[in-house]
């Protein structure tokens, strides 16, 4: 599971997070909602180990990110708003280097890479350097870098931004695999459909603060399987709906 509490941080004299707490569980998935500068991005980064916060505290699977940082980023995957990577590596490569660094075994890295590039629509392009790559299969490899160990908790700054209607379903259906696996995902969305069919809870930032915390019941939920406008272009696209 994942724990913020009384997360604080400026930057100079803008307030980016008013002492925010909240929990994600194991096997949970939480949406992230506010409006342009609420304070979603800088929440995200700085639950994932990338800035310090002013104060406040983040348990990833019970481990203090702050007093520990190497053993609780071993347990987080976090996909960026806007990735970044080594342009002159193959996706292939790039994933190959973090299996490494994670210490995983190859063979079954490579496997679950393929399945992965297979299910995003990337075959054929694995070969090429990144660098080539336009910003929709950027974001396509940034999600598949994070979910390739099959983390305990799951960061997500607008991962589907830039996805085809095939890939983003497939996508979700991974985000809930990982979840059903016990995985704690925060999933930050502009889309508030995509919050509505994939989340168990919302958490609604304004102004750097928690301003509500909604369950699913509470916003009368649609079911998770793809809409009909999405069956309707999958069935015209050639590709079936999970």
């Known amino acids: 599971m994942m ?25 949970e998935v939480v949406g992230l909602l506010g409006a342009n500068g609420a304070g979603k991005s800088t929440l995200l980064r700085t639950a994932a180990g990338l800035q310090p916060p002013d104060s406040g505290t983040v348990l990833l699977d019970g481990i203090d990110l702050w007093r520990d940082a190497v053993e609780a980023k071993r347990r987080l995957g976090y996909i960026p708003e806007e990735p970044t990577f080594y342009d002159e590596l193959s996706a292939e490569e790039y994933l190959a280097f973090l299996a490494a660094v994670r210490g995983l075994e190859p063979g079954s890295a490579r496997r679950r890479a393929a399945e992965l590039f297979a299910r995003l629509g990337l075959v054929g392009r694995t070969d090429e350097p990144v660098g080539r790559f336009s910003h929709g299969m ?32 497939s996508a979700k259906d991974e985000l809930r695999a990982l979840a059903g696996g016990g995985c704690a995902v925060l999933f930050s969305s502009h889309v508030t459909e995509t919050i509505e069919r994939l989340c168990d809870r919302a958490v609604i930032l304004h102004r750097g603060r928690v301003a509500r915390a909604l369950r699913r019941s509470d916003w009368g939920a649609p079911q998770p399987e793809p809409s009909p406008l999405e069956r309707a272009f999958l069935s015209i696209a050639g590709a079936e709906a999970p």
């Open 138 to 169: 950027r974001k396509k490899l940034s999600f598949i870098a994070a979910v390739l160990h099959r983390p305990p908790v799951l960061l997500c700054d607008e991962a589907l931004e830039g996805f085809d209607v095939a890939a983003s379903l």
């Open 3 to 27: 724990s913020v509490a009384g997360l604080t941080r400026r930057y100079g004299r803008l307030l980016a997070l008013d002492e925010v707490s909240l929990e994600v569980g194991s096997g």
